[in-house]
């Protein structure tokens, strides 16, 4: 089955940079869109970032571009969020995600928490 194991999440001062990761296995991982999704409290999950199955496409939400880039490695059945400039704003639980025949599936998340 399907399983995204997301790592890397932790607590950062503002300004400052960290890299997520999501391991995938139990499908073909370099035949699908990648997505990196996040949730703060009390607000609704949020699109982060897309990466196309090659990489040559991306797209990012208004609220991070500039600041965030998505990547994949098919040889390693992983994809990345390097998230520079962090904010405040930024603190919140970072899920990867797949969507295939419809249905998405999820990883457990990683919590990011930006403060000083």
């Known amino acids: 089955q399907v399983q995204l194991v997301e790592s890397g999440g932790g607590l950062v001062q503002p300004g400052g940079s960290l890299r997520l990761s999501c391991a995938a296995s139990g499908f073909p991982f370099s035949n699908y869109d990648m997505n990196w999704y996040r949730q703060a409290p009390e607000k609704e999950r949020e699109l982060v970032a897309t990466i196309a199955t090659t990489g040559g496409y991306k797209h990012y939400a208004d609220s991070v571009k500039g600041r965030f880039t998505i990547s994949r490695d098919n040889a390693k059945n992983t994809v990345y969020l390097q998230m520079n400039s962090l904010k405040p704003e930024d603190t919140a639980v970072y899920y990867c995600?797949?969507?295939?025949?419809?249905?998405?599936?999820w990883g457990q998340g990683t919590q990011v928490t930006v403060s000083s």
């Open positions: 995600n797949v969507r295939r025949f419809g249905l998405a599936s």
